[in-house]
């Protein structure tokens, strides 16, 4: 092998894994119970592909979690710094961030299954320090209440997201996460109508150069 050939083959190896992890996703979510075999024949590739990258469907289903968590990660980490206002940051957080729950929401369905509960609050450790920041500044300024404690609230929140998440599985929400920065405003006290607007404003926000 020589030096020319191989970035060729490594960039290769990578969009190998990508669309592997890309079947993975379609084919779990078609049978939770899939195969390697299953997932292979969805990426378009030989078995001892798939095996390649990921040697049994553990380190697959871990493969998924991973990507996920980067998926997370950059989107905390893109776009123009969250709103001030804690309302604001609460629905643009919830907008921006529910395509990539509703990608990876087969997770649900499986991944607590195979690698358990723990895995999964793993994942949203990022999302939750940055909830619990913006509830927090909410309760100190008076526009969330303080029924319970920012840190339950999020817990409360993020049990809400698996469900609405459950939900989009079955075809009942299709929007593009309205319903889900909508409901998180709702459980932190503001009044429904007044949730839809934020959650539009949000929208006007980050539409618009900041």
Do not use: C, K
């Not at 969009?15 to 390697?36: K, Q, T």
């Not at 990258?53 to 553990?58: G, I, V």
């Not at 009044?191 to 926000?205: L, Q, S, T, Y």
């Amino acid at each position: 092998m020589t030096p020319e050939t191989s970035p060729p083959l490594r960039s290769q190896a990578r969009a190998n894994r990508a669309r592997i992890l890309e079947a993975a996703i379609a084919a779990f979510a078609a049978d939770p119970d899939a195969s390697m075999d299953d997932v292979a024949r969805a990426a378009g590739v030989v078995r001892r592909t798939v095996y390649s990258h990921f040697p049994n469907r553990e380190v697959l289903i871990e493969g998924l979690v991973s990507e996920a968590s980067t998926a997370i990660t950059e989107t905390l980490a893109s776009g123009p710094p969250a709103p001030d206002a804690p309302e604001l940051a609460v629905a643009v957080l919830g907008l921006r961030t529910w395509p990539v729950g509703d990608r990876f929401r087969i997770l649900l369905s499986f991944a607590r299954r195979e690698l358990g509960e723990e895995r999964i609050h793993d994942l949203l450790e990022p999302l939750r320090a940055t909830s619990i920041d913006n509830v927090e500044r909410g309760q100190r300024t008076g526009v969330f209440s303080n029924y319970l404690p920012a840190e339950l609230l999020v817990a409360m929140y993020e049990g809400m997201t698996l469900t609405l998440l459950e939900h989009a599985n079955r075809g009942v929400i299709v929007d593009r996460g309205e319903t889900f920065a909508t409901a998180a405003l709702v459980l932190l006290g503001i009044h429904p109508d007044r949730a839809a607007e934020v959650v539009a404003e949000a929208a006007r926000w980050m539409r618009e150069p900041q």
